[in-house]
């Protein structure tokens, strides 16, 4: 067992070529399982709240769901040790499981999640033209007020006519 080292008196630290620091790309992470799912290799059910030390990768640099980094975790069955990897998905707020594994349900997405899009579109859009509809008939609504005005001072404007010339030119009738 040695104690001491041995340094020559020409030892010079800055010589030393510099040793390049293992950086690590997968961090690691103790988390809870969001839903049950089952093994893919052994069939083994896995319990939703079961925690495991899982190994988190981020996703890509340019890969983000609404300004989200999306994360991937790997963890391993907990009876056949294989490796099972699931994925965030920041805009359906929940996970998918991309490797090793089988969940109960599939979420409502596809065909459904389309029409409830396009359905959602045709709404915005009838409530858009609902929006220029009522603004065009309140733009006609003021129009023909201002013309009814315009009507009622003519009227009036007459009737002065009439009241001032009927004396002049000696009676009606």
Known sequence: MVLNT???PDFDPTKLPRRSRYCK???RVIMKLPVSIWCKNC?????????FSSRKEGVA????????????????CTRCEAELVMKSGPKNSDYIFE?????????????????????????????KDMLVKLKHD????????????????????????????????????
């Open 43 to 51: 069939g083994n059910h896995i319990n939703r709240g079961t925690k």
């Open 6 to 8: 041995y340094f020559p």
């Open 99 to 127: 490797f090793g594994t089988t969940t109960y349900f599939q979420p409502l997405r596809s065909e459904d999640e389309v029409v409830l899009k396009k359905t959602k579109r045709k709404d915005a859009v009838e409530v």
């Open 138 to 173: 309140a733009a006609q609504k003021e129009s023909e007020k201002e013309g009814e005005k315009q009507l009622e001072a003519q009227d009036k404007k007459f009737i002065l006519y009439l009241l001032v010339k009927a004396p002049a030119t000696g009676g009606a009738g």
């Open 61 to 76: 640099v340019g890969e983000t769901d609404l300004g989200i980094q999306i994360s991937r975790f790997h963890f391993k």
């Open 25 to 27: 790309k997968l961090q």
